[in-house]
């Protein structure tokens, strides 16, 4: 016989499991406070050593040496850096969500090196010269990657694997290119040392004006693309059931990761792993509702961006160790657990 619990107990019992909206939110705020600590550090730490009296001196005087050094060199980073950062993070996130390949990222699906390869290219064969110019070259590369890639991984049967495969050697065959270009041409070698590597330091004004519609308008379609891809993770046919268009969702989504990458790519050169450890990260304490880890990835891929630029300004002093270096170190060994752990659960 069943014995009904009283009704303070059931009460007790329904007020138990915590809110999970509330938890996730204050998660975000929490997020936020991170990233702009982290920012606020890389405004005050540098290659060049200065006081926080001379940071804010820097910051709010119109004119002076240490003026020049925060405002017009770390400031500009910075925002760079937090725009960057964020464009890496949802365009891993989509990609991963697209593939339903949990490895799958801009860098290692070769999406970055074929828009440093476009550019480069264009550096050098078409003395393309500006970002406004070149930008263009840097999303015709990373499209042809991208569709080059999931061609070869197999198209709508692509395995995580497969495309893993296809986008490292695609990368290692562009990278051989770019490294060909710099070998043959002496006086391209400093232009292009740039693109092979990914750097924070040439963030300006004008770069940030420049690529900022282009990042925006990827932005806002990423985090429209959220339910059609929590429809699309059930399965084809569930999501057809739920109206979703699969033809316009996947084409929409290379297209947001393109126009993500490209810019990036195009503002910094190629940086890696961090839209493949973010979003793994986030996945871990948000599930797989991406209405959830878009948002969490665009705030936390730029702390770690950030934070990466900050080890290499200081592990280098008085020189730098540009951030595509720290971020390679760091997601390296990422990616190895990562495979390992996919290997040990399907065993």
Not at 29 to 57: R, T
Not at 230 to 253: H, I, P, W
Request: proline share 5%; net charge positive; hydrophobic share 55%.
């Amino acid at each position: 016989m069943l014995v009904e619990s009283p009704p303070e107990q059931r009460a007790d019992t329904a007020a138990a499991p915590p809110n999970r909206r509330a938890v996730r939110l204050l998660g975000l705020l929490v997020s936020v406070v991170i990233l702009l600590l982290v920012a606020v550090a890389s405004i005050v730490v540098g290659a060049k050593e200065l006081s926080l009296e001379q940071v804010w001196h820097g910051l709010f005087e119109e004119s002076g040496t240490y003026g020049d050094v925060v405002v017009a060199d770390r400031l500009s980073r910075t925002l760079l850096g937090l725009l960057v950062g964020a464009a890496l993070g949802l365009a891993g996130a989509v990609l991963q969500a697209l593939t339903r390949n949990p490895l799958a990222d801009p860098g290692l699906l070769g999406i970055n090196a074929g828009a440093s390869a476009a550019v480069v290219s264009a550096i050098t064969f078409l003395g393309v010269t500006s970002l406004s110019g070149y930008v263009w070259f840097a999303f015709c590369g990373a499209a042809a990657v991208g569709a080059l890639v999931w061609f070869l991984g197999g198209s709508r049967g692509a395995t995580p694997v497969r495309l893993a495969l296809a986008g490292t050697a695609i990368s290692a065959a562009l990278y051989g290119y770019l490294q060909a270009i710099m070998i043959l041409d002496d006086a391209a070698l400093g232009r292009m040392r740039f693109w092979t590597v990914g750097s924070l330091s040439t963030g300006t004004d004008s770069t940030i004006t420049q690529v900022l519609p282009f990042l925006l308008a990827g932005f806002v379609l990423a985090l429209a693309l959220a339910r059609p891809l929590n429809a699309m993770a059930m399965g084809d046919d569930t999501a057809k059931a739920l109206g979703a268009n699969l033809n316009r969702t996947r084409a929409l989504s290379m297209l947001a990761a393109t126009v993500l990458c490209g810019a990036a790519t195009a503002a910094c050169g190629p940086i890696m792993f961090v839209g493949l450890m973010v979003p793994h990260v986030v996945r871990s304490f948000t599930g797989p509702d991406l209405r959830w880890i878009l948002p969490y990835a665009a705030i936390l891929s730029p702390v770690l961006l950030l934070g990466a630029d900050v080890l290499g300004r200081i592990v280098a002093r008085p020189a730098e160790l540009q951030v595509g270096i720290i971020t390679a170190i760091l997601g390296g060994p990422v990616f190895i657990h990562l495979v390992r752990r996919r290997r040990t659960a399907q065993l």
